[in-house]
């Protein structure tokens, strides 16, 4: 028996080694020293789960600025912290008034979400409503974004207590504009220079402006983010969706509140991977903190899985937000690879393979036709990445890890160069 497994140990090691020397001599033959590659900063990982083996390893200790492949860190910390559905807000009760503490959960009053349990419960109490201040210490933005991009759909500000998605979505057909929610001012001018309807925000306050040609008849839906303010500005906001006055208040006690939940986490989960949903991303970090101390902390909860389930990982990495809109981040291919090993060995496969984008679909719609690969895509400027689970025609289940930085051709033929790589290794095992 012990030769027997000594045999098959070698047997394995034998087929790892010639795999890893297949995929690095089609590596650096057809994709590492071709464009648009060869003057690019380029990490690949490749893993077995089954076997703990690596199949290909290239620059996969390196750090890398890996843009929306840092949602991947954002999922493990929802998965690990936020249960089967969302936190949708702490409350409590006495006789005469209703006692609310926002916790991060970015569905209230999303279009994207019917099911509204802290809607309907401020809508149906008869008491008085107060809202309690949380103990936020986010700022607007995460660490690194970029000032000037204020007015574009893919950077809502970090709220407590999010309402419509922090975007106003306007709408526009003919000559008739609206806009939602419309507790804001909205300047509509005609431009007969411009090819389609475009909007803007003023910098510094809510004044939100669209140009149109009126020769055009394009309908045009637009979101605009809006800038969220303090309490009193929440305040408002609530005041106007809910037609009632609203108090603010820090009267109860931390131990008196209840817990009232949202949606299921895993219809959250989903666009943000499918779509790359920023927002979602920052807000599943926001409400994991409230959830285990009931203060919101972006960075406190990074270093508290550092420090603890990811302290594991390969080489530290420098995690700042949850989105990957920030270029501080920095991690490394075997990083990803490590935290998807993690998930893929405490979760169900179905469930991740649900979550992430394959082929055809979300972000991967223009790729891998042949869906065996369950993925989380990223961009930046002179940024390419792709993290997830690759099932090749044996049925082998790999895990990998594939960042390219700072690359001077267009983000297509990059991903093309990737998935030429993956297809391959999908064909020949």
Same mark, same amino acid.
């Given at each position: 028996?012990?030769? #027997?497994?000594? *045999?098959? $140990?070698?047997?394995?090691? +034998?087929?790892? @080694?010639?795999?890893? &020397?297949?995929?690095?001599?089609?590596?650096?033959?057809?994709?590492?020293?071709?464009?648009?590659?060869?003057?690019?900063?380029?990490?690949?990982?490749?893993?077995?789960?089954?076997?703990?083996?690596?199949?290909?390893?290239?620059?996969?200790?390196?750090?890398?600025?890996?843009?929306?492949?840092?949602? #991947?860190?954002? *999922?493990? $910390?929802?998965?690990?912290? +936020?249960?089967? @559905?969302?936190?949708? &807000?702490?409350?409590?009760?006495?006789?005469?008034?209703?006692?609310?503490?926002?916790?991060?959960?970015?569905?209230?009053?999303?279009?994207?979400?019917?099911?509204?349990?802290?809607?309907?419960?401020?809508?149906?109490?008869?008491?008085?409503?107060?809202?309690?201040?949380?103990?936020?210490?986010?700022?607007?933005?995460?660490?690194?974004?970029?000032?000037?991009?204020?007015?574009?759909?893919?950077?809502?500000?970090?709220?407590?207590?999010?309402?419509?998605?922090?975007?106003?979505?306007?709408?526009?057909?003919?000559?008739?504009?609206?806009?939602?929610?419309?507790?804001?001012?909205?300047?509509?001018?005609?431009?007969?220079?411009?090819?389609?309807?475009?909007?803007?925000?003023?910098?510094?306050?809510?004044?939100?402006?669209?140009?149109?040609?009126?020769?055009?008849?394009?309908?045009?839906?637009?979101?605009?983010?809006?800038?969220?303010?303090?309490?009193?500005?929440?305040?408002?906001?609530?005041?106007?969706?809910?037609?009632?006055?609203?108090?603010?208040?820090?009267?109860?006690?931390?131990?008196?509140?209840?817990?009232?939940?949202?949606?299921?986490?895993?219809?959250?989960?989903?666009?943000?991977?499918?779509?790359?949903?920023?927002?979602?991303?920052?807000?599943?970090?926001?409400?994991?903190?409230?959830?285990?101390?009931?203060?919101?902390?972006?960075?406190?909860?990074?270093?508290?899985?550092?420090?603890?389930?990811?302290?594991?990982?390969?080489?530290?990495?420098?995690?700042?937000?949850?989105?990957?809109?920030?270029?501080?981040?920095?991690?490394?291919?075997?990083?990803?690879?490590?935290?998807?090993?993690?998930?893929?060995?405490?979760?169900?496969?179905?469930?991740?393979?649900?979550?992430?984008?394959?082929?055809?679909?979300?972000?991967?719609?223009?790729?891998?036709?042949?869906?065996?690969?369950?993925?989380?895509?990223?961009?930046?400027?002179?940024?390419?990445?792709?993290?997830?689970?690759?099932?090749?025609?044996?049925?082998?289940?790999?895990?990998?890890?594939?960042?390219?930085?700072?690359?001077?051709?267009?983000?297509?033929?990059?991903?093309?160069?990737?998935?030429?790589?993956?297809?391959?290794?999908?064909?020949?095992?």
């Amino acid at each position: 028996m012990r030769l #027997i497994l000594l *045999l098959s $140990a070698i047997g394995l090691s +034998l087929q790892v @080694s010639a795999q890893t &020397a297949a995929i690095s001599k089609w590596a650096g033959h057809s994709l590492l020293h071709q464009k648009p590659l060869e003057q690019a900063h380029v990490g690949i990982s490749i893993y077995e789960p089954a076997t703990k083996k690596y199949w290909y390893q290239y620059q996969d200790d390196k750090f890398f600025t890996p843009a929306s492949n840092t949602k #991947i860190f954002a *999922l493990y $910390a929802g998965l690990k912290l +936020l249960g089967d @559905s969302l936190p949708a &807000a702490r409350y409590y009760e006495n006789d005469t008034a209703v006692f609310v503490k926002g916790m991060a959960d970015p569905s209230f009053l999303h279009p994207d979400y019917t099911f509204q349990p802290l809607l309907q419960l401020l809508q149906q109490t008869t008491k008085e409503i107060y809202l309690v201040p949380a103990v936020n210490l986010n700022k607007r933005y995460g660490p690194g974004w970029s000032w000037a991009d204020y007015a574009d759909d893919y950077q809502p500000e970090l709220t407590e207590w999010p309402m419509y998605g922090n975007v106003v979505r306007i709408y526009h057909h003919g000559d008739t504009s609206k806009m939602v929610p419309a507790l804001y001012d909205l300047e509509v001018a005609e431009d007969r220079t411009i090819g389609s309807t475009s909007t803007d925000r003023d910098e510094r306050n809510n004044l939100f402006f669209l140009k149109y040609n009126p020769a055009y008849k394009e309908i045009s839906s637009t979101e605009v983010p809006f800038i969220t303010g303090a309490e009193q500005q929440l305040r408002e906001r609530l005041q106007d969706t809910l037609h009632k006055r609203i108090g603010v208040s820090v009267t109860p006690q931390p131990a008196s509140f209840r817990l009232l939940k949202s949606i299921p986490a895993d219809s959250l989960f989903t666009p943000m991977m499918h779509r790359s949903d920023n927002f979602f991303a920052e807000q599943t970090l926001m409400m994991a903190s409230a959830s285990l101390w009931d203060t919101i902390s972006s960075q406190k909860m990074i270093t508290w899985l550092l420090d603890g389930d990811l302290k594991d990982l390969p080489h530290p990495p420098q995690w700042v937000d949850g989105s990957g809109l920030s270029r501080y981040n920095l991690i490394t291919p075997r990083d990803f690879v490590s935290i998807l090993d993690k998930m893929y060995q405490q979760y169900p496969q179905q469930r991740l393979w649900d979550i992430l984008p394959t082929g055809g679909k979300g972000t991967l719609r223009n790729y891998y036709q042949q869906q065996f690969v369950h993925a989380k895509t990223g961009t930046l400027n002179g940024v390419v990445a792709l993290s997830g689970y690759l099932v090749t025609k044996k049925n082998k289940t790999l895990i990998f890890s594939v960042l390219v930085n700072n690359h001077q051709d267009t983000a297509t033929n990059v991903r093309r160069a990737v998935e030429r790589l993956l297809t391959m290794i999908w064909k020949e095992y």
